[in-house]
């Protein structure tokens, strides 16, 4: 019988704690984390039933950067199959995880596999939809993958829950010329818009008779102190609206006052993002109306969308705006 030749005690530490560094520096790898220089996966969120038959197969994506936003105009890098290339969706791509982004639908017979192809940083990936009972999406569905059930729980309050109405006042096409503003007015209607407003009324009330009693800088409760528990993504549940870029063929930026809440799910803390920890609520307007203005940096034919978003449902519309240069003197 042949014997392994046994390894002396300072070897075998030697080989423990290489294979340890090993597997240190493999998880430590699975971890990093880029602000730029990654690929976008796109992804396949599951399909919705419609009264007509028809069904609503729902996409969204992930930007592996943390703040790298890439623009991939639909054509060879950006296309859909079967049937018509352009199905929608976005040609900009903001950072991280982005879901339930856009939607197509199909008729009541369609059996094929839908699938979405997307090149960039020289990658090309796929998103394949299909119609699987078990990839059928709800409102808590939605509700629970967004963040906003927190560990999956739920009562007859959120199962009632619908999502907001947003209507874009003032008309969906402007023109305009670089650096002049748009002003942007969004009307929302919810179920739980009022009370979400008298809670914000009365927290800032409580607020301000707090630091009235108070001497000394603020303090943070023990909540804010207590490190950030997340089994899985959390989102605070509060109304607002958030504009963001999602079609452009110019090279410009816009900007937007106020800055918007993040569509995107940064769980960075101080990135304005209700996935955020310590994420401070922004007002709800008396009137249900939030108003934004956007300018442009450059000449483009470009679609912004509204997403206004309950803390747990949603509902987009775009405006389109065509930018051109400022006329020469």
């Given at each position: 019988?042949?014997?392994?030749?046994?390894?002396?005690?300072?070897?075998?530490?030697?080989?423990?704690?290489?294979?340890?560094?090993?597997?240190?520096?493999?998880?430590?790898?699975?971890?990093?984390?880029?602000q730029t220089g990654q690929n976008i996966s796109p992804a396949y969120e599951g399909w919705i039933q419609n009264e007509d038959g028809s069904?609503?197969?729902?996409?969204?994506?992930?930007?592996?950067?943390?703040?790298?936003?890439?623009?991939?105009?639909?054509?060879?890098?950006?296309?859909?199959?079967?049937?018509?290339?352009?199905?929608?969706?976005?040609?900009?791509?903001?950072?991280?995880?982005?879901?339930?982004?856009?939607?197509?639908?199909?008729?009541?017979?369609?059996?094929?596999?839908?699938?979405?192809?997307?090149?960039?940083?020289?990658?090309?990936?796929?998103?394949?939809?299909?119609?699987?009972?078990?990839?059928?999406?709800?409102?808590?569905?939605?509700?629970?993958?967004?963040?906003?059930?927190?560990?999956?729980?739920?009562?007859?309050?959120?199962?009632?829950?619908?999502?907001?109405?947003?209507?874009?006042?003032?008309?969906?096409?402007?023109?305009?010329?670089?650096?002049?503003?748009?002003?942007?007015?969004?009307?929302?209607?919810?179920?739980?818009?009022?009370?979400?407003?008298?809670?914000?009324?009365?927290?800032?009330?409580?607020?301000?008779?707090?630091?009235?009693?108070?001497?000394?800088?603020?303090?943070?409760?023990?909540?804010?102190?207590?490190?950030?528990?997340?089994?899985?993504?959390?989102?605070?549940?509060?109304?607002?609206?958030?504009?963001?870029?999602?079609?452009?063929?110019?090279?410009?930026?816009?900007?937007?006052?106020?800055?918007?809440?993040?569509?995107?799910?940064?769980?960075?803390?101080?990135?304005?993002?209700?996935?955020?920890?310590?994420?401070?609520?922004?007002?709800?307007?008396?009137?249900?109306?939030?108003?934004?203005?956007?300018?442009?940096?450059?000449?483009?034919?470009?679609?912004?969308?509204?997403?206004?978003?309950?803390?747990?449902?949603?509902?987009?519309?775009?405006?389109?705006?065509?930018?051109?240069?400022?006329?020469?003197?």
């Amino acid at each position: 019988m042949m014997l392994r030749p046994r390894c002396s005690a300072l070897l075998c530490a030697v080989v423990a704690m290489m294979a340890l560094g090993f597997t240190a520096s493999a998880d430590a790898s699975a971890q990093l984390a880029y602000q730029t220089g990654q690929n976008i996966s796109p992804a396949y969120e599951g399909w919705i039933q419609n009264e007509d038959g028809s069904k609503t197969m729902v996409f969204g994506y992930m930007n592996r950067n943390w703040s790298e936003e890439l623009d991939v105009p639909v054509g060879e890098d950006n296309f859909f199959t079967p049937g018509p290339a352009d199905r929608g969706q976005p040609t900009h791509f903001r950072p991280r995880r982005n879901r339930f982004v856009f939607m197509v639908t199909v008729p009541a017979d369609f059996n094929e596999e839908l699938v979405w192809t997307l090149t960039t940083q020289g990658r090309t990936e796929h998103a394949y939809g299909t119609l699987g009972i078990d990839q059928v999406l709800d409102n808590i569905v939605i509700a629970s993958e967004t963040g906003a059930l927190g560990i999956g729980a739920s009562n007859a309050e959120i199962r009632a829950n619908t999502p907001p109405v947003i209507t874009v006042e003032g008309g969906t096409e402007y023109s305009v010329r670089v650096g002049q503003p748009v002003e942007l007015a969004v009307h929302m209607e919810d179920d739980g818009l009022e009370n979400a407003r008298q809670n914000w009324v009365r927290r800032q009330e409580s607020a301000a008779r707090a630091a009235a009693e108070r001497e000394g800088p603020p303090r943070l409760s023990r909540a804010q102190l207590r490190p950030p528990t997340r089994i899985t993504v959390q989102k605070a549940v509060w109304h607002h609206v958030a504009w963001f870029l999602y079609r452009g063929d110019g090279d410009g930026t816009p900007t937007f006052d106020p800055p918007q809440v993040k569509t995107w799910e940064d769980t960075r803390s101080g990135g304005n993002s209700p996935w955020a920890p310590l994420w401070t609520r922004t007002p709800i307007p008396e009137d249900g109306v939030w108003r934004t203005t956007v300018t442009f940096d450059q000449p483009g034919t470009y679609i912004l969308r509204a997403r206004g978003d309950d803390g747990a449902l949603y509902h987009d519309q775009d405006v389109t705006i065509v930018v051109s240069q400022i006329a020469s003197e």
